[in-house]
């Protein structure tokens, strides 16, 4: 089993319309997510951090967490061309490292 | 710069030859990270620094990759009788070290291509 599962995809989603990302991971000792965005060619830079569970908002963005599910997801409300990009799941484990999943590639259909 | 700084940003090499990979944190940032990303896949995690340590090197592929930071700040990742498989952006990030701080600043990577 890898220690963070993520949809590859492609995702496509029409503009205007919500993108649902989805994550798994293994280790029951991380206390800690986060959701990196990736442009093609360019490096992860983060966009949302969540430690508790339930629900955290920021902007058009919205992570949601359910620890005893072993579970993280990202939505995106009315999501933009410019969003087009891989985002990759990344739980803070309990060896104190971040471990990403391969990421899910989203396009947004103008 | 303020940033992340890797270098080189492109580095072509022959097989069986050995590569120095550099990257320069953050000031003050004292943990450090080493991925791989080979072409349309994700981060394959390498080796992490706290401080001048080491606590987790299980990433490396081999025993032909090692890295050592120094003075708590720059890092080198080496590459010995360098493999075709080991063609792939090598991307270096810090934090603050703080516990469960899974915000890392990455740099823009070093591409090693063996031919």
Redesign the interface.
Known sequence: QKEVEQNSGPLSVPEGAIASLNCTYSDRGSQSFFWYRQYSGKSPELIMSIYSNGDKEDGRFTAQLNKASQYVSLLIRDSQPSDSATYLCAPFGGAQKLVFGQGTRLTINP | GAGVSQSPSNKVTEKGKDVELRCDPISGHTAL?W?RQSLG???E?LI?F?GNSA??KSGLPSDRFSAERTGGSVSTLTIQRTQQEDSAVY?CASSSGL??????F????SRLTVL
């Open positions: 990270y991925y896949q994700g981060l995690f992490y706290q606590p987790d991307l516990p469960n701080t899974g915000e890392l990455f740099g823009e990577g």
